[in-house]
């Protein structure tokens, strides 16, 4: 079975500071891991994704992740939040042994203060 | 690149009525499209896994007969939801996988669904 958690529902970050969002995966294979971003009333916007190689991913609008096997994780971070950062965070896994479906997790609500 | 389109973006109908809801892929062609529905405040779920020129594989608890999946061609599925009652209102989006190299999933705006 596949899963992911999101620990974190709802981060709040002033514009400027850092933000790390925090994904934790279940997957028996090997995964292959997306951070997915949705503003209100929108689709999903694919951020990032890791498939092999350097477990540092960087991604569109100054993201990157990072895979640790060891810790089944794959957080998000940005290192200056910009107020147009304030959206829903989805990180999601899936693989070729399960069709690439994906699971997806709860969702981390980011909201950024001035 | 890899952009998904979804027609009607809102959808307004009485109860009992039938809407078909269109997933396009506009500049790629998806072997594989996915129906997901989606709950205020809450995470996507997957409805169903459509296949062009083959049935839809539905998940569990997911009607096949109520959300009707057509995959008609490498571009374009559609979501038919049969008789919609009030609580079917929900926000519908799909998704498509490339043709070529296609591990990654791809997502349309998504259509809100508000049944009367």
């Known amino acids: 079975a596949q899963s992911v958690t999101q620990p974190d529902i709802h981060i709040t970050v002033s514009e400027g500071a850092s933000l790390e969002l925090r994904c934790n995966y279940s997957?028996?294979?090997?995964?292959?891991l997306f951070w997915y971003v949705q503003s209100p009333g929108q689709g999903l916007q694919l951020l990032l994704k890791?498939?092999?190689?350097?477990?540092l991913v960087q991604g569109i609008k100054g993201f990157e992740a990072e895979f640790k096997r060891s810790q089944s994780s794959f957080n998000l971070r940005k290192p200056s939040v910009h107020w147009s950062d304030a959206a829903e965070y989805f990180c999601?896994?899936?693989?070729?042994?399960?069709?690439?479906?994906?699971?997806f997790g709860a969702g981390t609500t980011v909201t950024v203060r001035a | 690149g890899a952009v998904v389109s979804q027609h009607p973006s809102w959808v307004i109908c009485k109860s009992g009525t039938s809407v078909k809801i269109e997933c396009r892929s506009l500049?790629?062609?998806?072997?594989?499209m996915f129906w997901y529905r989606q709950f205020p405040k809450q995470s996507l779920m997957l409805m169903a896994t459509?296949?062009?020129?083959?049935?839809?594989?539905?998940e569990q608890g997911v009607e096949k007969d109520k959300f009707l999946i057509n995959h008609a061609s490498l571009t374009l599925s559609t979501l038919t939801v049969t008789s919609a009652h009030p609580e079917d209102s929900s926000f519908y989006i799909c998704?498509?996988?490339?043709?070529?190299?296609?591990?990654?999933?791809?997502f349309g705006p998504g259509t809100r669904l508000l049944v009367l």
């Open positions: 998704s498509a996988r490339d043709r070529i190299g296609g591990e990654t999933q791809y």
């Open positions: 997957y028996g294979a090997t995964p292959y």
């Open positions: 890791y498939f092999s190689g350097d477990t």
């Open positions: 999601a896994v899936g693989g070729s042994s399960n069709d690439y479906k994906l699971s």
């Open positions: 500049d790629f062609q998806a072997t594989t």
């Open positions: 459509s296949n062009e020129g083959s049935k839809a594989t539905y």
